[in-house]
């Protein structure tokens, strides 16, 4: 059933209606808006001259034609007509149910009687407004814009400051110099200049010892002799005359690679310092090995062997070899040679009878251990092994894989220290590395000192996923155990 | 018959039987419309008021105008849900055999009057609750229908509370409106008195029968009822839970349960009888806000606070109902949206 002709005339009527009072509304808004950009566009009346003047208009003009074409575009939703119509002549909802109940599927035949009974109402409805007019707040303020722009258009135009950017292109003009020495370019430029031209500070040529000698009425430990040391704080520092005179010093901080690195060469000895050459040459710091410094290096032990070691065949062999331009053989004989040097470097260690740990504390172990295998050299623990080999797991070259079981705490952890045995060579621990006669002996370290780092190797093993997944809590719950304890 | 002709006999008979029990109760005219909007809207109705004030005369009033058959149960303390429903008796037939016959309690009549409900304990008043809700009562694993249509109307004094039972939130809810009746005016006061204490003798014709009211009960359901309409009183009905997003302020302060679906049913049945009463074909927001205080008073249930604050139901719903107009679309300015 299409809906009548009466209620659809009404819901037309109201919904023009609707549509007139929207473009008002929105027509006032714009107007206040195009007002706005309008004082804008006049304020720049001196640049753009008449243009503005025809712009600020236009500008309104626009904010209210969008304004009206936007309220009057605006869906109306006739359901909402109706209800607005109902209220407004007290239909008591009979037009939206009509409305709404005119094509409803579910339809009773008391919406016949409904729909004929709105039909007859509606028909006798007089003709009237019912959407009273809203006036938006930009609607009361819509003339402080309009008479702005009206007084700003009529009013002679306002300069406005002219800003330039710097230009950054050289002159051409010479500008003038100023002497450094004449003026202090930390004051300002506009400050005047003083009659008598600041005198050259003269504590550049002092010292503190100077001055503290000198000074009239201090007594030997006065110290307020150099806080009231008046000479210096009533004159100002020209560092610029400081700079430009130079002082050796600064001259000596240009050259770092000069200075000496006291923590690695005065700590050393020359043996070590070879060390430490052929490590960075060997272990890769350098991607090519340089033959010129593997030249100077082997010259170097080839010097330090025949003061006294054994090496300095090795050393000859490795140079004829580099002079072959067989750099592997002088490799070879290189490391040889290394061999050699840290073997006579232990020995002088361990001939000066230095012992580590409680001697009286040791166990039957340690001395057996000291009687039957210190004394020679072919063990297995004698032997120095190279990087990466060892009694651990994996490393090869080792009868005692695992070694002995470590003792067990006896006491509180505060004041006990863990025995261990030492090998030689590098240690898969932090700071365990002990080398000489020390390294053979049994290690006694604090308890609190070793489980931290015991828990810290624990935590990176178990990152790297070095313990199998399923060992995870077991390894962490012994730990938590030791804690305990 | 047209339906002009349907609404045109709805409203006859509703104002034939107003009258008829205006012959009798002086006043009151808001509580005779609610009484029989409930009896139309297919509903029951709980009339609460101090003694004196002629609830049961109403009651009894409405009856005599019907053609339907009336009972009355004096609650009390010591009633049984046997005395309310009916029970299996043995009898002896002419040949001297014995067998259990039921022997129909008050309840089956088509208007019960259930003075002073809340004096009989929680078990009796439940004994009402499938009665009312379902039409049939269930005795001895049989259900038993109640005649139709079956009318409950039920009264309670809100001050003697010395040895009453409350009823029970399902007992209320099964009440499709509440109604307070107040003290009347001075001039009806007077109206009471000339009437009372006179001679004259006061008849109740009968107007309308069971089958009228059945039949106006299916024109009911046929009133329309727009979206906008529908939605306000489903918002009503949402906006009495504490829990709802959109509640008020004073429901979320003084509410502990909000309206039951029932509430909502309530609402939109009872503004369709208020429509079609008025002439109307349609429901109208009017219809909603006007029964919204009879159709959820007993329904919404104050927590503490409410209680001791002595908050009115009534106007905690017309709070409620000012914020679900402005909830819906139906309070809004047309277009600004």
């Known amino acids: ?485 | 018959m047209s339906q002009d002709a349907r609404v045109e006999a709805f409203v006859t008979a509703f104002e034939a039987l107003r009258a008829e029990v205006e012959k009798v109760i002086v006043g009151h005219r808001e509580i005779i419309t609610h009484v029989l909007t409930s009896m139309f809207a297919g509903g029951h109705v709980l009339l609460e008021g101090v003694p004196g004030l002629g609830k049961t005369l109403l009651i009894k009033t409405l009856a005599e105008g019907l053609e339907l058959s009336f009972s009355r149960i004096q609650f009390t303390p010591d009633l049984m849900p046997a005395d309310i429903i009916g029970t299996n008796i043995i009898v002896e037939d002419a040949d001297g055999r014995k067998h259990f016959q039921f022997q129909q309690g008050p309840i089956f009549a088509h208007i019960l009057l259930s003075d002073e409900i809340n004096r009989a304990t929680p078990k009796t008043q439940s004994a009402l609750l499938e009665g009312m809700q379902e039409g049939a009562v269930t005795v001895g694993g049989a259900s038993r229908p109640l005649p139709a249509p079956f009318f409950v109307l039920a009264t309670q004094n809100p001050i003697e509370m010395e040895g009453t039972y409350p009823l029970p939130e399902a007992q209320l809810d099964r009440f499709l409106f509440k109604l307070r009746v107040r003290y009347p005016a001075l001039d009806e006061l007077n109206a009471i008195i000339d009437r009372t204490t006179r001679s004259r003798h006061v008849t109740v014709s009968r107007v309308m029968s069971g089958s009228t009211v059945l039949s106006l009960r299916e024109l009911i359901r046929e009133v329309p009822i727009a979206t906008h309409v529908r939605d306000l009183a489903s918002t009503i009905v949402m906006a009495t839970h504490p829990s709802w997003a959109g509640s008020p302020e004073p429901t979320r302060r003084f509410v502990r349960y909000g309206a039951s679906p029932r509430g909502a049913q309530a609402l939109v049945l009872g503004a369709k009888v208020r429509a079609l009463a008025e002439g109307r074909y349609n429901v109208s927001v009017e219809d909603i806000k006007a029964l919204a205080a009879p159709a959820l008073r007993h329904r919404v249930i104050l927590n503490f606070e409410g209680e001791a604050e002595g908050v009115d139901t009534d106007t905690l719903i017309g709070q409620i109902v000012e914020a679900a107009e402005a909830v819906t679309a139906s309070g809004k300015e047309v277009f600004l949206r």
């Open chain 1, 1 to 485: 059933m299409a809906h009548p002709q009466a209620i659809e005339v009404l819901v037309r009527r109201v919904a023009r209606e609707v549509r007139v009072r929207r473009a008002e509304h929105w027509s006032l808004r714009g107007a206040f808006w195009g007002g706005l950009a309008a004082v804008v566009v006049l304020s720049f009346k001196a640049g753009l001259g008449t243009t503005a003047l025809v712009v600020a208009p236009a500008l309104v003009a626009l904010g209210v034609v969008a304004g009206a074409t936007y309220g009057l575009t605006k869906r109306v939703d006739p359901h909402d007509i109706a209800r607005l119509a109902d209220r407004a002549f007290d239909l008591a909802d009979r037009v939206a149910t009509a409305l709404e109940w005119a094509d409803h599927p579910d339809r009773t035949p008391l919406v016949d009687a409904l729909v004929a009974d709105t039909v007859e109402r509606v028909s006798a409805l007089e003709s009237r407004q019912i959407v009273r007019r809203a006036i938006p707040v930009e609607g009361r303020w819509l003339g402080v814009p309009l008479l702005a722009g009206l007084v700003l258009a009529l009013a002679p135009a306002i300069r406005l400051p002219m800003g330039a950017l710097v230009d950054f292109t050289p002159s051409t003009e010479t500008e003038p110099h100023e002497e450094r020495t004449t003026t202090d370019p930390m004051e300002e430029r506009s400050r005047p200049l003083s009659a008598t031209p600041l005198k050259r500070p003269s504590f550049e040529e002092r010292d503190f010892a100077q001055r503290s000698g000198t000074g009239s009425g201090a007594t030997a430990g006065d110290l307020s002799a150099i806080f009231k040391d008046t000479a210096l704080s009533s004159q100002r520092p020209d560092f610029n005359s400081f700079l430009k005179k130079g002082d050796e010093r600064l001259k000596l901080l240009e050259q770092v690679d000069r200075l000496p690195d006291l923590q690695s060469d005065f700590t050393s000895s020359q043996y070590k310092m070879v060390f430490k050459k052929s490590k960075s040459l060997l272990s890769g710091l350098s991607p090519d090995i340089s033959p010129q410094k593997l030249r100077e290096l082997l010259d170097e032990m080839e010097r330090l062997g025949r003061k006294g070691g054994n090496w300095s065949g090795d050393a000859s062999e490795g140079m004829e070899a580099l002079e072959g331009g067989q750099t592997d053989r002088a490799l070879e004989a290189m490391q040889r040679a290394l061999d050699k040097m840290r073997a006579m470097e232990e020995s002088q260690r361990s001939g000066k009878g230095l012992r580590g740990g409680r001697e009286s504390e040791r166990g039957a172990r340690g001395r057996d251990r000291a009687r039957g295998g210190g004394e020679g050299s072919n063990g297995p623990e004698d032997q120095d092994f190279g990087e990466g080999e060892g009694f651990l797991p994996g490393k090869g070259r080792s009868t005692m894989p695992k070694g002995d079981p470590t003792a067990r705490l006896r006491a509180s952890p505060f004041d006990v220290g863990v025995e261990g045995e030492s090998r030689r060579g590098r240690k898969e621990g932090y700071d365990t590395n002990l080398t000489g006669r020390a390294g053979q002996m049994p290690s006694r370290l604090m308890y609190l000192g070793v489980i931290g780092q015991y828990r810290k190797m624990m935590e990176d093993a178990i990152t790297r996923e070095q313990v199998p997944r399923d060992y995870h809590d077991q390894v962490r719950n012994y730990f938590q155990a030791l804690d305990e304890r």
